[in-house]
């Protein structure tokens, strides 16, 4: 493999990490779309429409995700306080418990790297030069 084209050896580092992951995250009740909302509620409850867009997916396969999060008691939405026909999202305890574990997998999973910043700097720009701009801004 020492030999192998870094496109090849980056190709083949994501699927054994993508099967991983997605074993690691089932065996929680997530999904990795269900992880993402987790993760983007962190910061306080948000509408679909705004889990949609900064998910970059349209907004019915937001609901289907918000969904399956509130029938395993992951998520709660509530009418929004400003404005009473707009729902809001946010994590449930069990949702923040979940989230918690899932990132400390993430550790479990993956081998350590001696740069780990630097891994993910070198990843972050793999994915803004080969996206055609539409992860130019590294979110």
């Known amino acids: 493999m020492r030999d192998w084209p870094t496109g090849r050896l980056l190709s083949t580092a994501s699927r054994l990490v993508e ?39 349209e907004a019915q396969t937001m609901s289907r995700t918000i969904e399956r999060l509130e029938r395993e008691g992951f998520i709660e939405r509530h009418p929004d306080a400003a404005d009473r026909r707009r729902r809001v999202v946010e994590r449930t305890a069990s949702g923040a418990a979940v989230f918690a574990r899932a990132r400390s997998i993430e550790a479990e999973l993956f081998p350590e790297v001696d740069d780990l910043p630097g891994l993910r700097d070198a990843l972050l720009d793999i994915i803004g030069s080969s996206g055609g701009g539409r992860w130019a801004d590294g979110r």
Do not use: F, Y
């Open 19 to 57: 099967h991983a992951w997605l074993e690691a995250l089932t065996a929680l009740g997530l999904s990795h779309a269900g992880l993402i909302v987790l993760h983007l509620v962190d910061g306080g409850p948000a509408t679909q429409v705004e889990l949609a867009g900064l998910a970059r997916v």
